[in-house]
């Protein structure tokens, strides 16, 4: 008798005492999971890795203060290949099998577009990693995308080069546009070719080339003979390298020259060009710069640094990694404002708040991009041969445009 | 439109543009065209061998291309060992069509991985005093990033040329091509003679490496790129022919950069492989194949 009764007693109090638990800090057992997935493999793992570490730092540091809502912050994530068709089955799963509480895009436009529909049927709050105008045929009005292309991507990202090449003297009268075969390049171009059009521009070459071109002298040549005053690129890091060494080569005469030549935002690539990048004006997001020095920023590159060493990506991490931390400080920031994780909730804050992140105030427009542009022109100079610390500091890659962020004035006409 | 300048700079660009596409296509000339193997990792082995051009550039400052001379005779090891896996699980059995395709498939992607778990997939370059200089001959420019990959493809050419038409194991690789049975009632061993063969041609990937290391950046997977180039070369200059090869490489080479410059650069594969399809159509064994 009397021992049922404590038995009894034991286990009410043992019940009392484990639902006290869970009440009190119920979801201190309860990992918060934000799930993705990232290029690990294929042709962006390079720049899938980086923004991976910038993201594990932004874990620890949350889960140093304490979580989210007091909950310990866990990853699940899958990695996706490259391959866009991967993506939707990794969405699901990520929803269905894992329950994550929160979703968060991979790395790219290629790998962003592919989940919108998944995501968006779950009515999920969908921070993005670098999509250029990935939202622009859905239009979901909970999607947000921290690189900072601007409210209308395609025209914003080489406005920058067209204002400064129209405010030269004597100004430019003639453009070549020469575009990579493929999904950036082309929207790259086509902004470009607005743009050049606005600005009165002549456009005297307008041509792209296949992804897998060896030899660019012969591309050089012929934009050469067309003798145009400014030379807009748009192009992937091969094809950067490629087109530079080319240009030096042939002795390419235009007055400015660049735009949207992605890799030369690389500190491999830096340091392999050097003085061939003198006078290149060319798109960036952030740089070291004293006029882009936000709080935080140089504090998270010496973790990123640390942790990158040995592992094969960009040493000095500023293109990527800091716009990958910086997007789940927005979801942070929302997620302790509002207090919970209601989506409509976050979401409803995302669009209002301007965000103070590593990368800057971020303010997000209708369309979920950034309210007003911030892609920077920046111009190198005074690289030195075969150095690759000079990349770490100021002065290599002046910040020409926007003015807010100006650190120095440009060099024109662009020599050799 | 057509200026002088502009036409005689295309054709010189093309010529070394062609040259370093022969020093690509030439391991492949031996491997699938004598010895009907298709290795599809060919261009893989490549790109192993522009990583260890990388390597030995960036930690001692060696010139890559000295670095993928030295290189070669590992390669010829490591080329010799794998023809004796191949022979073993698919020709002696004769499975060589499918499963052997496979199998170098696989290989392909395993070297793929294994660099991309080394190094990353960043892209790497090299650093040497001839990159970036340019000669001039009265309005011609001959870059000496494409110049050397050049000239070290046409002397490695002509090495290959002389070995198989002169020396004894030159000819027995090509008699291997020809007659396996006649050959083996002469007392030669087929197998020995292909797997000198097989690893001869994957040498040839040390060197290629290099140059291509020389003439830009490199990531584990830019091999995949040249796989159907390479394979077009050796078809178009016929199957076995090295002297073949050479010029259609050229040829590939040059028309590539004439309409690049002409009528614009993303034309270029699209006119290159119709070249190719048209020759096919006119001499089906190609330009030298044999019959």
Known sequence: ?416 | MISADLFSNAVVSGLLLGGFYAAVAIGLAIVFGQLDIVNIAHPAFIIVGAYIAYILNSRFGFDPVFVGLLAAPAFFVVGAVIYRVYFLAFERTGQESLSGLAFFFGVMFIIEVVLILIYGVDYRLVQADYIGQSWRIGFVDFPLRMLVPFAVAAALTAAIYVFMSRTFMGRAIQAVAQDRLALQLMGADPVRIKQWAFGLGIATAAIAGSLLIVIGPVEPSVGRLYIGRAFAIVVLGGMGSIKGMFIAALILGIVESMVSTFAGPSWSPAVAFGVLAITLALRPAGLFGRR
């Open chain 1, 1 to 416: 008798m009397v021992r049922i009764k404590t038995r009894s007693v034991l286990r009410t109090l043992g019940i009392a005492l484990a639902s006290a638990a869970f009440a009190g800090s119920a979801a201190a057992a309860e990992p918060l999971k934000i799930g993705f997935s990232m290029a690990l493999t294929g042709g962006l793992a390079g720049a899938g890795k980086a923004a991976l570490i910038g993201m594990e730092i932004w874990r620890d540091d949350v889960n140093k203060k304490g979580g989210l809502l007091g909950r310990k912050v866990e990853f699940v994530y899958y990695d996706d290949a490259t391959q866009p068709a991967n993506v939707p089955g990794l969405y699901t799963k990520l929803l269905e099998v894992d329950k994550v509480d929160l979703l968060v895009s991979a790395y790219g436009t290629n790998l962003i577009a592919p989940a919108l529909p998944i995501v968006m049927r779950k009515k999920m709050v969908f921070p993005s990693l670098f999509g250029l105008a990935a939202n622009e045929e859905f239009k979901y009005d909970r999607y947000f995308q921290i690189m900072p292309s601007g409210p209308s991507p395609l025209t914003d990202w080489s406005k920058g080069f067209f204002e400064l090449a129209a405010a030269q003297k004597p100004k430019p009268q003639t453009i070549a546009i020469v575009a990579a075969d493929a999904e950036f390049a082309l929207n790259a171009a086509a902004g470009a070719r607005k743009n050049a059009q606005a600005a009165g521009l002549k456009i005297v070459y307008d041509k792209t080339y296949p992804p897998p071109t060896t030899d660019f002298t012969p591309i050089v040549r012929a934009i050469q003979a067309t003798n145009p005053d400014i030379v807009y690129v748009g192009s992937y890091p091969p094809d950067s390298v490629g087109m530079v060494k080319a240009a030096h080569e042939v002795g390419l005469k235009a007055k400015m020259f660049g735009g949207g030549m992605v890799g030369l935002q690389f500190a491999a690539i830096q340091k392999n060009l050097g003085p061939l990048l003198n006078g290149i004006v060319n798109y960036d997001f952030w740089v070291p710069e004293p006029t882009l020095d936000f709080p935080g920023v140089k504090e998270f590159l010496a973790k990123y640094q640390e942790e990158a060493k040995g592992k094969g990506v960009d040493p000095y991490g500023h293109y990527l990694p800091p716009f990958a931390y910086a997007y789940l400080q927005v979801l942070e920031q929302s997620v302790n404002a509002v207090k919970s994780l209601d989506q409509a909730k976050l979401a409803a804050h995302m669009r209002k708040t301007t965000f103070d992140t590593v990368v800057g105030k971020v303010k997000f427009g209708a369309n979920g991009e950034w309210a007003r542009s911030r892609v920077l022109m920046v111009q190198f100079r005074d690289v030195q041969p075969d150095n690759l610390e000079q990349f770490a500091g100021p002065g290599k890659r002046v910040v020409l445009y926007p003015k807010d962020w100006k650190s120095g004035d440009i060099v024109f006409p662009y020599k050799q």
